[in-house]
């Protein structure tokens, strides 16, 4: 015979599965019409700049909203952001801390570093994370520090850090990059790098797919460069 506590659990397990069935632990704390950019981001300095990269899927449960979404952001001249989380907070948030950084280029009369970037989106991921889903990876090159890095996951915590990945297909290349990764990679090897590792992450991973779109940060300017499905380094 069932207790009552046990025909409680399992009411409640079955209420849970009804409300998550078809969601993927990204999606299913989504509100009602929002989208997740389900995502895989990644940025890497190397000497003289930074690379970023991202795959272009935009999800809501197991539908596909957007095949070629734009998740690499630009902040400022050579400061740009990597998304991934809910696409509305995202994009709510990138849109303040490239309002700010105007601003504060103004007053200064100076460009800002990525740091002050980093600072701002800490702010103001931390100071509301209990109403965000937002992890967001900003890089960018500056003449303080040159190429640098850094990562703001989903609670508002900073980290710079030597390379940064992110999003749902993350979790699906953590080996192949601890594995690849070492200092002092040239331009070259760090953007075929980024193309590859975000490549495995697309094939592996249900929630990230499309197109590839790079960014190439150094002190001369910025290059965009985007690679086709049916192109890609690694695939199915």
């Known amino acids: 015979m069932m207790t009552t506590a046990m025909q409680y659990a399992a009411h409640s397990n079955s209420m849970d599965q009804q409300q998550f069935d078809g969601k993927s632990a990204e999606t ?5 019409g929002e989208v997740s950019t389900g995502t895989t981001i990644m940025a890497i300095p190397f000497d003289g700049g930074v690379v970023l990269g991202a795959d272009s899927r935009v999800s809501t449960g197991v539908y596909v909203a957007n ?30 801390v490239k309002h700010y950084l105007s601003q504060l280029a103004v007053e200064t009369s100076r460009l800002p570093t990525v740091k002050n970037a980093a600072t701002l989106m800490r702010k103001l991921c931390y100071e509301n994370k209990d109403k965000l ?13 040159g190429g640098s890095v850094y990562n703001i996951s989903l609670g508002g915590s900073c980290v710079k850090l030597p390379f940064a990945i992110g999003g749902s297909g993350s979790t699906y290349i953590y080996g192949l990059v601890d594995s690849q990764f070492h200092e002092n990679m040239s331009m070259e090897e760090t953007l075929s790098f980024v193309k590859k590792a975000v490549s495995h992450a697309m094939a592996r991973d249900g929630s990230s797919g499309g197109i590839i779109r790079t960014v190439v940060v150094t002190e001369q300017g910025n290059q965009r460069e985007y690679i086709n499905g049916n192109q890609l380094p690694y695939g199915p």
């Not at 299913?28 to 009602?32: N, V």
């Open 133 to 145: 889903m937002a992890g967001v990876i900003i890089g960018g090159w500056d003449e303080v520090d």
């Open 67 to 96: 095949r070629v979404s734009d998740k690499i952001v630009q902040l400022h001249d050579r400061i740009w952001c990597c998304r991934s989380g809910s696409a509305a907070d995202t994009q709510a948030l990138t849109d303040y």
């Open 28 to 32: 299913r704390h989504l509100k009602p």
